[in-house]
């Protein structure tokens, strides 16, 4: 087993080691990302998983150390649908999946989808999704989310994106069923709003649900219907009465034949468009969440910056007609902390914040003008 390796879905030492990094060295909220709601649901044998009591301990483990230290926990609860049952990224070729089968912990047998089309050829085929099996995603969201209250997390969010369970039924080029959770755009959000609602209503009133979306499919050059950021808008308006707080913006993994070409902020304008859409509307209760290759500090500060600040009796506010210009409310930034675990701390130097460093690391704190 690997030193980095879920246990049965179970965390471990590296994962205390692993988050609690982050938090010590100044993320204000750091989210365990894909936890999977059903042992069927995760995208490979070494992921985590909260579909059982026992996996609530080694959770509340990693809240108790983050809280601390006067950080915060998230979760994000995940089924990997049709992406399941594949082998961890470090034991495969970079950039290429490979099916992981039953000798490795792997679980082909038992993937299953909105139909029975699976995401590439070197991922295991599904089954459509009965009645029941949609019935047990909903109840697994549910009740992983009463055991991450237990484990006292501080924030849920859904994983609706890049092509797992929930992101494939959104879009009709995964989703070609016939029923209730197929064909219009109301029933193919179904799933994702009943799983919304079983969460929040188990959840405590004042906890911060977020929701993370692919905002397109980046198919749009192939002609026909797809997922696309009209539809992430749509949804989007529909969050705030639903009880979600947030909508995460990211974009694409559903389709292997999509068209982006990734570079640094490319999905920025695409939660620009959404946060603008949005206070047209006349919504302003769901904020929105910036992510993707983001690594500068003055391009993180641009993000969220409003624009055309004013000074009443000495004060610097900011015009309400002017709130939307800022491109997103929050920046989310992954895999730049695993380059650079202290990257909130390199940011406050850039920018010229003054931050509180942990006491024992004092010696190190950067100091404008010192040959850092």
Known sequence: MCTGSAKNGHLTDFHLIHLSAFAYRGASLTIMEATAVLPNGRITPEDGGLWTDSQIAPIRRIADFM???GQKLGIQLSHAGRKASTCAPWLSERGRARTATADVGGWPDDVMGPSASRWGEDFAVPREMSAED????????????KRAVEAEVDVIEIHGA?????????SPLSNARKDDYGGSFENRIRLLVEVIQAIRGVIPKGMPLLVRVSSTEWMEDFG????DVESTIR???LLPDLGVDLLDVSSGGNNKQQKVTPYNNYQISIAARIRKELYAAGIRDLLIGA????TEAEA??????????VERDGLVEIEDEQAGIAKADIVLIGRQFLREPEWVLRVAYRLNVEVKW?????RGHFVKGSNI
């Open 235 to 237: 949804l989007a308006k």
């Open 300 to 309: 993180a500060r641009s993000i969220v910056e409003n624009g055309n600040k």
């Open 358 to 362: 942990p006491q024992q690391y004092h």
């Open 162 to 170: 890049h092509g797992y369970c929930l992101s494939s039924f959104m």
């Open 134 to 145: 949609i019935r047990d995603v909903i109840n697994g969201f549910r009740d992983s989310a």
């Open 291 to 294: 992510v993707g290759m983001i």
């Open 67 to 69: 809280h601390s230290q």
């Open 224 to 227: 026909g219907e797809s997922w």
